[in-house]
Nanobody, 119 residues
Framework: QVQLVESGGGLVQPGGSLRLSCAAS????????MGWYRQAPGKERELVAA??????TNYADSVKGRFTISGDAKNTVYLQMNSLKPEDTAVYYC??????????????WGQGTQVTVSS
């Protein structure tokens, strides 16, 4: 069974920083990409940042220049969040995209971690 465990969320003042971590474990043929999504109350879940197995990154326009996604050799992905704004408040979810076999892609979600930016 594939599992993703997020950590690092919390309460921070505007302008502050947080670092989220997501550790993936289990079995798969290969990883296509890992990413961070967020969902605020009353809003749709949206992509924040993603990184492919080759190291390419993609960011939402709203976080470019403030957030940085990175990964290591142990299938752990990080999201460094700087200059946080109240509108960044949301539940942040880690997503793993894999090839389950040679023909089938499968995605997995973490349980989410709350990020609250408030004075």
């Amino acid at each position: 069974q594939v599992q993703l465990v997020e950590s690092g969320g919390g309460l921070v003042q505007p302008g502050g920083s947080l670092r989220l971590s997501c550790a993936a474990s289990g079995s798969w043929i290969r990883v296509n990409a890992m990413g961070w999504y967020r969902q605020a109350p009353g809003k749709e879940r949206e992509l924040v940042a993603a990184i492919t197995s080759g190291g390419s990154t993609n960011y939402a326009d709203s976080v470019k220049g403030r957030f940085t996604i990175s990964g290591d050799a142990k299938n752990t992905v990080y999201l460094q969040m700087n200059s946080l704004k109240p509108e960044d408040t949301a539940v942040y979810y880690c997503k793993l995209d894999t090839y389950y076999n040679a023909y089938t892609r499968r995605s997995y979600w973490g349980q989410g971690t709350q990020v609250t930016v408030s004075s």
